[in-house]
């Protein structure tokens, strides 16, 4: 069985980072979200490093959107 950690506080980028530097022993990639009605939900895919990409890619230019539209 898999074992869980929480990454509560922990950024999508450093997430990812994490991630990207242990590219080879990713094995499946398990996302949860919190939506703004308190529900959580959860799943687990197994992923090609293009679609991780694709992820990183979207994830990245969300991040550069939100914090340009802050300053």
Known sequence: MSEIQSL???TVAEIL???LQR???IE???LSVLWK???VTAGC???DLAQLAL???ALDEHQRRQFSDED
Do not use: R
Request: aromatic share 0%.
């Open 8 to 10: 509560h506080g922990t």
């Open 17 to 19: 980072d994490s991630g």
């Open 23 to 25: 590219l080879e022993q």
């Open 28 to 30: 499946a990639v398990a």
């Open 37 to 39: 009605d308190g529900t």
């Open 45 to 47: 895919s197994n992923m």
């Open 55 to 57: 992820l990183v890619l």
